[in-house]
Structure formats: structure tokens, C-alpha cells
């Protein structure tokens, strides 16, 4: 059974941290691409960051240098770093899995900024 689980988020005030997680079990993690999206109330699923079954990133041009994706194969998880958070990074993120014609999708974890 394919499974992302999602955890990290929570509330943080403008200028914080936080650093998402992404547990994948049930696929083949080495051989997946894995990104972040994210939805804010009102408005569409939007990619974040992506990085691929080499390690090579890439990132939303408004979000470079605030975010830095990882994953480490041997926990077959992926992260997401997020600094210098702002109100408009509240949203909902999406741990999100993909190879060939194969999406899997997690269920979120809420980021609110706020102070």
C-alpha cells in the first residue's frame, strides 16, 4: 500500500522556520521523483520544489533561496526546509511522488504563518 505522510507543519511567526517531512513507504522511493506543492485557501495546487531520482533540484523562481528540498534513501524521506517564512507561505503542502504515468499524492500538513 502506497503511502506519503506528511508532518512538520504547524504555526510560526513571520521570519521563522520550519522543516517539513515526507515518510514514503509502499513504492520503490529511489526510482520516484519527489516534489512539494502547495494550496492556500482560495487558490490552486501550486509546485513548490521537485527533486528528482539523481538529487537534482528545482524550485518555484519566487521561492529560491527561502526553500531547499532533500531526501535521504536510506529513511526513504523527503524534506522540505522552509525559511524566512511569510504570511503568503500559509497553505497547505502536499508531499507528491511521480514516475512515468504513476502520481501518488499525501494528505498535507497545514503551515500557517502568522503573528
Known amino acids: 500500500q502506497v503511502q506519503l505522510v506528511e508532518s512538520g507543519g504547524g504555526l510560526v511567526q513571520p521570519g521563522g522556520s520550519l522543516r517539513l517531512s515526507c515518510a514514503a513507504s509502499g513504492f520503490s522511493f529511489s526510482n520516484y521523483d519527489m516534489s512539494w506543492y502547495r494550496q492556500a485557501p482560495g487558490k490552486e495546487r501550486e509546485l513548490v520544489a521537485t527533486?528528482?531520482?539523481?538529487?537534482?533540484?528545482n524550485y518555484a523562481d519566487s521561492l529560491k533561496g527561502r526553500f531547499t528540498i532533500s531526501r535521504d534513501y536510506a529513511k526513504n524521506t523527503v524534506y522540505l526546509q522552509m525559511n524566512s517564512l511569510k504570511p503568503e507561505d500559509t497553505a497547505v503542502y502536499y508531499c507528491n511522488a511521480v514516475r512515468s504515468s504513476f502520481w501518488y499524492w499525501g494528505r498535507g500538513t497545514q503551515v500557517t504563518v502568522s503573528s
Open positions: 527533486i528528482i531520482r539523481t538529487g537534482s533540484t
